[in-house]
């Protein structure tokens, strides 16, 4: 019971540290590998959704930037178009909510820590390919984050692993959240050089027929409400389950 008291703590501790970090002026470099780590979870999240679709999956590219790529094997029609463009940015929050409802205590965070640390590691063995131009910052930076996460999981203490994937789990919903802003650019970005429409751009055109700015702005709000309603609903999880662990009736067996 203890350790379910200790979970809230965590949690809002996690989540007060991530937006400190982000307004201040040394924050960005702190976060840096956090940032990368969103960008894994945003085009793998395209990725699955590629695979669902049938379009195939082929690889992601993952740029010094903190930017990516996901290249899908075939064309698919306008519905698993969208269902693809929408992944990206409704997938990344689903993976924090995740990480957040399944780490309860430190036994269940060093297990979702052992699982993502093995994801980033075979990603970057299989997944993630280097750049055109034959850089493989994407494959080292993405095994190199996954063998960190190992190394937290199996080395450090129960409450600072508890500690650690909490604020992983914080990470990936407030880069799904801030990641947002920058569907109002006219064109996506991508290591420094124009790489076509963005992801609400392609989203618009496959649902709107358009790339109007008030068919861009509408999947923005629609991803950001939705970024908002996933964090919302696992604090809720996590929040109720620790109330009811605490509760007399919530009395762990012997």
């Known amino acids: 019971m203890a350790a379910d008291r ?3 703590r965590t949690l ?14 040394f924050g960005g470099v702190l976060l840096y590998p956090f940032k990368l780590l969103a960008t894994w979870m945003h085009e793998l999240s395209h990725g699955i959704a590629m695979t669902a679709c049938g379009a195939g999956f082929d690889h992601i590219l993952v740029y010094r930037d903190t930017s990516g790529l996901a290249y899908a094997r075939a064309t698919v029609g306008p519905f698993c178009s969208a269902v693809i ?6 997938g990344t929050p689903v993976w924090g909510a995740v ?3 399944v780490t309860r205590d430190a036994r269940s965070a060093r297990r979702a820590l052992v699982v993502l640390a093995g994801l ?6 299989f997944v993630v390919a280097p750049t055109h131009d034959n850089d493989k910052f994407g494959p080292y ?6 063998g960190v996460v190992l190394v937290c999981a199996i080395a450090l203490p129960a409450r600072l692993r508890l500690l650690g994937a909490h604020f992983v789990a914080a990470q990936a919903c407030c880069n799904a959240l ?4 920058v569907l109002m650019r006219p064109s996506q970005v991508v290591n420094g050089q124009v790489a076509g429409a963005s992801d609400a751009h392609n989203m618009a055109m496959a649902t709107f ?18 970024s908002l309603a996933v964090l919302f609903i696992a604090l809720r999880i996590s929040g109720s389950r620790a109330r009811s662990s605490g509760a007399p009736g919530g009395l762990p067996r012997a």
């Open 12 to 25: 809002a501790l996690a989540l007060l540290a991530s937006l400190l970090l982000w307004n201040l002026p």
């Open 209 to 226: 027929g358009t790339a109007a700015p008030w068919a861009v702005w509408t999947w923005a709000i629609i991803w950001l409400a939705w």
């Open 85 to 90: 463009a929408a992944a990206g940015y409704m």
């Open 6 to 8: 200790k979970e809230p």
């Open 99 to 101: 990480l957040l409802v």
């Open 120 to 125: 980033l590691v075979i990603t970057a063995l």
């Open 178 to 181: 801030l990641d947002i802003r």
């Open 141 to 146: 930076a993405i095994g190199a984050i996954g």
